[in-house]
RNA sequence: GGGAGCAUAGCUCAGUCGGUAGAGCAACGCCCUUUUAAGGCGUCGGUCGUUGGUUCGAACCCAACUGCUCUCACCA
């Protein structure tokens, strides 16, 4: 049977309850319980009221079964003919479908299999839907359907709302355990007139107001550090950042960054206080240390080791980096050791000894591993080190080879930071897309004043991705990005908008 | 951007050698008071992603296009 007619016979159910004066959408229900508290109920309560969408149903003539189901869990119902009377029950039998969403009062009591089930006394239908369920038990599992309609993967697969669920017991407990650490939650700009806080291609859009180019941020670093300028001296923001650069199951445009930064303290103290944050909200989330993983368990129960970038690579690679003090020895030591990165002759030292390091030593990393000690014009925004001013008092933390975590202690000097950006800003006209640019603005909130602070940023979407075994951040995410389907509703208007609305363009435009 | 793979009923999947399509679930009708993938009997449901080509004949072979997935390059 099509879509289309199934579509029509639920109609004319609506049709039949409205003949009846049943309201199919009706405005409110008042319930007890939820299915998840309803489920841990004892036998024998009276006037339980609990709701959800049904999402199966086993029909015995005279008795009939269904399970009421959210996000958070699922309860046991069941209707009698004898109990509710002939009309009600056939009523409820040839008009309410798996899928729609109803109310049930009644008692809990337990089946002769020892079942917690609550035995409705009545009925009430509290939504009716139009479409066919997905089927019951495989769950959707065509990729495309289950991001593009996520509410179908979530009906149907238990592993994704756990998924999801996870998630929002991550956020709520980091959450928790920053506003106990003193931590003040802040919002900063989306829109920003220079992409700054990260090395990375930003979306440009225009501001039609201003009629000027702005640009959705790639980090909330300078603005959060502002908030420390004004006395904010520990703030966090959950930020929604945007980079314009490649998808793959790592990478997403569109990704969450928690950032926060702490007046006082440096690199060594964040790393310490990142370790039991962690720990303590991995734990509290997942009831556990040991996180199973497709490539193998992940054990957070440390102490996580702590090793320098410049050490990691010598090890790996037999390069001494810091004997290579320009760009052209490092160049040329790495044709002695046959390692052939793409576009080397393009980039300047940092970005070298960066793509050393992701070439040769992160992806070998598998357990919680701090990284230290990168090279100082790897990192604009971080604090030179004191004794070697060539590296900064930076740290990674890496899992899995993912970069979860970049931290360092900030720099605060407004002089040296002028000089940093001046080189970026040097970088980026030879060609360096990715290379800052001069920022004003920012250096005059640091020439007011600024304390030691040491601050972070972790990728949200895939610490999570690693605490659930999932591959690809997009299983983390409930809604992401994909490119309209041919003769959609979604593509029809796009391309009637034509040449009329080129809201945004590529910053390579 | 390069390479590889996938696309069959609302969903999950079969489809042999090229001979105009099949199951389970869902839906619809009937039976059934303890199931939880309930069970039994019956019925409906398809432009085989799109467009071309080869062929007497295409779900199947070829090409292009669209979407998705993986991978390389780039990036967190």
């Known amino acids: ?96 479908d798996v899928g729609d969403f109803v109310g049930i009062e009644g008692e809990t009591y337990h089946t002769k299999i020892g079942q917690l089930t609550v035995r409705g006394a009545s009925w009430q239908l509290l939504g009716k839907m139009l479409r066919p369920m997905p089927e019951k038990f495989h ?3 065509d990729r495309e359907i289950r991001y593009r309609r996520r509410y179908l993967d979530l009906i149907t697969d238990e592993k994704s709302r756990s998924r999801f669920r996870l998630r929002r017991d991550f956020i709520r407990a980091l959450r928790h355990g920053l506003e106990q ?80 930064y702490a007046s006082y303290w440096n690199y060594i103290d964040n790393m310490d206080f990142t370790e039991k944050l962690l720990r303590d909200v991995i734990e509290q989330c997942t009831g556990s240390l040991q996180v199973p993983h497709a490539a193998g368990e992940i054990d957070f129960s440390g102490p996580w080791p702590r090793l320098s970038l410049l050490e990691l690579i010598e090890q790996k690679t037999g390069i001494a980096v ?16 046959d390692i052939h990165i793409d576009g080397a002759s393009k980039m300047g030292r940092g970005a070298l000894v960066d ?60 002089i040296d930071q002028r000089q940093r950006l001046e080189e970026q800003a040097q970088l980026n006209a030879e060609g360096d897309d990715e290379a800052m640019v001069m920022d004003e603005d920012y250096l005059l909130a640091m020439e007011h004043g600024m304390p030691p602070i040491s601050g972070w940023g972790m990728g949200i979407d895939r610490i999570v991705a690693l605490l659930c075994g999932a591959e690809n951040l997009r299983d983390v995410v409930l809604f992401p990005l994909l490119k309209p389907e041919e003769g959609s509703a979604v593509e029809d208007a796009i391309l009637e908008a034509g040449e009329e609305a080129p809201a945004i363009e590529g910053a390579g435009a």
């Open 139 to 141: 769950a959707i599992s």
């Open 1 to 96: 049977m099509s879509e289309e007619r199934i579509r029509e016979i639920k109609i004319e159910k609506i049709q039949k309850l409205r003949d009846q004066g049943v309201q199919p959408y009706p405005e409110r229900w008042e319930r007890t319980h939820t299915p998840e508290e309803a489920a841990r109920l004892e036998a024998g309560l009276a006037a339980v009221r609990v709701c959800g969408r049904i999402v199966s149903r086993r029909d015995f003539g005279k008795l009939t079964f269904f399970d009421l189901q959210d996000v958070n869990g699922r309860i046991q119902c069941s209707l009698q003919r004898d109990g509710i009377g002939k009309e009600s029950y056939t009523d409820f039998i040839k008009l309410v």
């Open 322 to 337: 810091e004997s290579c003090p320009d760009v052209e020895s490092l160049r040329s030591a790495l044709e002695g050791a």
């Open 355 to 414: 793509q050393l390091y992701k070439k040769t030593v992160r992806p070998s990393i598998t357990q919680p591993t701090f990284i230290t000690s990168h090279p100082v014009d790897l990192s604009p925004l971080a604090r030179r080190n004191d004794e070697k001013p060539t590296i900064s008092d930076r740290f990674q933390l890496v899992i899995h080879g993912w970069e979860v975590i970049n931290a360092y202690s900030e720099l605060v000097d407004p």
């Open 181 to 260: 650490a003193g931590f003040d939650e802040v919002e900063t700009p989306v829109l920003q007139t220079k992409p700054s806080g990260a090395l990375a291609t930003p979306f440009k859009t225009h501001h039609a107001a201003l009629d000027m180019p702005v640009y959705l941020r790639i980090a909330p670093e300078t603005y959060l550090k502002r908030c420390v300028v004004a006395g904010f001296d520990r703030v966090f923001e959950f930020a929604r950042v945007f980079r314009n650069e490649g998808m793959d199951p790592s990478h997403l445009q569109d990704f969450t960054m928690l950032e926060y």
